[in-house]
Nanobody, 124 residues
Protein backbone atom coordinates (compact mmCIF):
# COMPACT_ATOMS: atom_id res chain seq x y z
CA UNK A 1 0.00 0.00 0.00
CA UNK A 2 1.05 3.56 -0.72
CA UNK A 3 -0.34 6.64 1.00
CA UNK A 4 -0.31 10.06 -0.67
CA UNK A 5 -0.82 13.51 0.82
CA UNK A 6 -1.09 16.60 -1.37
CA UNK A 7 -0.36 20.12 -0.20
CA UNK A 8 0.30 23.56 -1.58
CA UNK A 9 -3.13 24.52 -2.82
CA UNK A 10 -4.92 27.71 -1.90
CA UNK A 11 -6.29 30.96 -3.22
CA UNK A 12 -4.07 32.61 -5.80
CA UNK A 13 -4.43 35.48 -8.23
CA UNK A 14 -4.52 35.17 -12.02
CA UNK A 15 -1.02 35.21 -13.43
CA UNK A 16 0.56 33.78 -10.29
CA UNK A 17 2.54 30.56 -10.08
CA UNK A 18 1.95 27.71 -7.67
CA UNK A 19 3.80 24.57 -6.65
CA UNK A 20 1.85 21.59 -5.40
CA UNK A 21 3.49 18.78 -3.44
CA UNK A 22 2.63 15.11 -3.11
CA UNK A 23 4.27 13.21 -0.25
CA UNK A 24 4.29 9.44 -0.59
CA UNK A 25 4.66 6.96 2.24
CA UNK A 26 4.30 3.25 2.75
CA UNK A 27 5.67 0.93 0.10
CA UNK A 28 7.29 3.68 -1.94
CA UNK A 29 9.85 1.27 -3.36
CA UNK A 30 7.06 -0.23 -5.44
CA UNK A 31 6.07 3.04 -7.15
CA UNK A 32 6.75 3.16 -10.87
CA UNK A 33 5.10 6.45 -11.83
CA UNK A 34 3.34 9.48 -10.36
CA UNK A 35 0.59 11.46 -12.00
CA UNK A 36 -1.27 14.69 -11.33
CA UNK A 37 -4.94 15.12 -12.14
CA UNK A 38 -7.55 17.77 -11.49
CA UNK A 39 -11.29 17.82 -11.20
CA UNK A 40 -14.04 20.41 -11.05
CA UNK A 41 -17.63 19.75 -9.93
CA UNK A 42 -19.65 17.89 -12.52
CA UNK A 43 -16.67 17.04 -14.67
CA UNK A 44 -14.47 13.99 -15.04
CA UNK A 45 -11.03 13.82 -13.53
CA UNK A 46 -8.58 15.37 -16.00
CA UNK A 47 -4.98 14.36 -16.62
CA UNK A 48 -2.39 17.10 -16.09
CA UNK A 49 1.03 15.45 -16.07
CA UNK A 50 2.88 12.28 -15.11
CA UNK A 51 6.45 11.21 -14.49
CA UNK A 52 8.24 7.91 -14.02
CA UNK A 53 9.47 7.47 -10.45
CA UNK A 54 13.07 7.50 -11.61
CA UNK A 55 12.41 10.84 -13.31
CA UNK A 56 13.52 9.56 -16.67
CA UNK A 57 10.32 10.20 -18.58
CA UNK A 58 7.43 12.62 -18.28
CA UNK A 59 4.14 13.30 -20.03
CA UNK A 60 1.96 16.40 -20.13
CA UNK A 61 -1.58 17.09 -21.22
CA UNK A 62 -1.63 18.91 -24.54
CA UNK A 63 -3.80 21.65 -23.06
CA UNK A 64 -1.12 22.82 -20.63
CA UNK A 65 0.92 24.59 -23.35
CA UNK A 66 4.16 24.52 -21.40
CA UNK A 67 2.73 26.11 -18.25
CA UNK A 68 3.20 23.03 -16.13
CA UNK A 69 6.31 21.25 -14.86
CA UNK A 70 6.27 17.94 -13.02
CA UNK A 71 9.24 16.88 -10.92
CA UNK A 72 10.36 14.59 -8.11
CA UNK A 73 12.52 14.56 -5.03
CA UNK A 74 13.12 10.83 -4.67
CA UNK A 75 15.11 11.29 -1.45
CA UNK A 76 11.96 12.69 0.14
CA UNK A 77 9.50 10.50 -1.80
CA UNK A 78 7.79 13.67 -2.92
CA UNK A 79 6.43 14.78 -6.25
CA UNK A 80 5.76 18.33 -7.37
CA UNK A 81 3.58 20.11 -9.88
CA UNK A 82 4.54 23.65 -10.78
CA UNK A 83 1.89 25.69 -12.59
CA UNK A 84 2.69 29.07 -14.11
CA UNK A 85 0.44 31.87 -15.37
CA UNK A 86 -2.58 30.58 -13.53
CA UNK A 87 -6.04 31.44 -14.83
CA UNK A 88 -9.53 30.92 -13.46
CA UNK A 89 -9.76 27.80 -15.61
CA UNK A 90 -7.09 26.23 -13.40
CA UNK A 91 -9.46 26.34 -10.43
CA UNK A 92 -9.95 22.71 -9.42
CA UNK A 93 -9.23 20.03 -6.87
CA UNK A 94 -5.79 18.69 -7.72
CA UNK A 95 -4.94 15.07 -7.00
CA UNK A 96 -1.74 13.10 -7.18
CA UNK A 97 -1.77 9.39 -7.85
CA UNK A 98 0.77 6.63 -8.23
CA UNK A 99 0.96 3.34 -9.97
CA UNK A 100 3.14 0.40 -9.09
CA UNK A 101 2.72 -1.74 -12.13
CA UNK A 102 2.61 0.44 -15.22
CA UNK A 103 4.68 3.15 -16.84
CA UNK A 104 3.23 6.64 -17.14
CA UNK A 105 -0.29 6.75 -18.46
CA UNK A 106 -2.84 9.59 -18.74
CA UNK A 107 -5.85 7.49 -17.76
CA UNK A 108 -6.95 7.85 -14.12
CA UNK A 109 -8.08 4.23 -14.00
CA UNK A 110 -4.48 3.05 -14.31
CA UNK A 111 -3.52 4.61 -10.96
CA UNK A 112 -4.61 2.56 -7.93
CA UNK A 113 -3.40 4.95 -5.21
CA UNK A 114 -4.74 8.47 -4.77
CA UNK A 115 -4.40 11.32 -2.35
CA UNK A 116 -7.30 13.33 -0.98
CA UNK A 117 -6.61 16.31 -3.17
CA UNK A 118 -5.65 19.93 -2.62
CA UNK A 119 -7.91 22.76 -3.73
CA UNK A 120 -6.56 25.45 -6.03
CA UNK A 121 -8.72 28.53 -6.52
CA UNK A 122 -7.64 31.23 -8.93
CA UNK A 123 -9.47 34.47 -8.40
CA UNK A 124 -8.78 38.18 -8.29
Amino acid sequence: QVQLVESGGGLVRPGDSLRLSCAASGRTSTISALGWFRQTPGKEREFVAAITWNGGNSMYADSENGRVTISLDNAKNTGFLQIHRLTSEDTALYYCAVTTTLTIQPEPATYPYWGQGTQVTVSS
